[in-house]
């Protein structure tokens, strides 16, 4: 679903972001990305949405080079204040990219509608993102991306900007909706649903949602561990947090990113 080979990026004032970093990920896969501040993560997500031309290297969304956006692309970014436009209505927000679909406005509210159901805001539709609280916003931001239905799924520190409990809920949020499910429902078939890369300062997070984690090296990023999550389905916040595997991947993802 996703290639990218000899990816660097140098910025105009010589500052190496990235370095040769290789990623491969399968149709389906919800990948976490970590490493220390500064390492190059949010460039990397940049370039793959074709928001910034790397320096050099190649990435490739289902065999076809980005050259700006790709079609079937969503991005959710942390700061989901400067995301949501405050004048429209929470449905406006969420319909809104519909547009370049070229679909019509009554599909394009019967899109937002359904997606904000999907993530427990059915009832918001006619307020504004300024009269929801900050954990209501993100999901308004997730809405939006899922009423596009995307195949990849961009998430630069999604939750980095909420509560605990909050980040929680939204962790599970995540998980049940990737593949159109329900919490605590059954796992997903490999291959299905959406392919999402996530990158995240938490590194309990990365382990609890993902498929794999890719951990960076410092500055510039360039790619040291690339590690499968083996944890039983459905997921739970405190049972698989609990889990040995759990603790041991957690550990592991730790010393990785704190090496020396």
Not at 62 to 67: N, S
Request: hydrophobic content about 40%.
């Amino acid at each position: 679903m996703l290639e990218i080979t000899g990816l660097s990026h140098r910025y105009d004032d010589g500052h190496q972001a990235v370095d040769g970093v290789e990623l491969f990920v399968d149709r389906g896969e919800l990948v976490s990305i970590v490493g220390p501040s500064g390492c190059g993560k949010s460039t990397l997500l940049r370039c793959v949405a074709g928001l910034q031309r790397p320096s050099a290297g190649r990435i490739a969304v289902d065999g076809r080079a980005v050259d700006g956006v790709p079609d079937g692309l969503a991005v959710v970014f942390q700061d989901y204040t400067r995301s949501l436009f405050p004048w429209l209505t929470v449905r406006d927000n969420v319909a809104l990219p519909l547009r370049r679909r070229g679909l019509a406005r009554a599909e394009r509210h019967e899109r937002a509608r359904a997606a904000l159901a999907q993530v427990g805001l059915a009832d918001t539709e006619g307020k504004h993102p300024w009269q929801l609280s900050g954990g209501m916003q993100q999901r308004v931001a997730l809405a939006r991306a899922l009423a596009y239905r995307p195949a990849l799924l961009l998430m630069d520190e999604p939750f980095g900007s909420v509560d605990a409990q909050t980040r929680e809920d939204l962790e599970d949020l995540l998980l049940a909706v990737r593949g159109g499910g329900d919490p605590g429902g059954p796992p997903r078939a490999p291959g299905d649903g959406m392919t999402i890369l996530l990158v995240t300062h938490d590194i309990d997070e990365s382990v609890y949602v993902g498929d794999r984690v890719v951990v960076l090296t410092g500055a510039p990023g360039r790619v040291h561990s690339d590690l499968r999550v083996e944890l039983p389905a459905p997921r739970d916040q405190i049972a698989t947090r609990g889990l040995p595997e759990f603790v041991k991947l957690r550990a592991e993802v730790g010393r990785a990113v704190r090496r020396p």
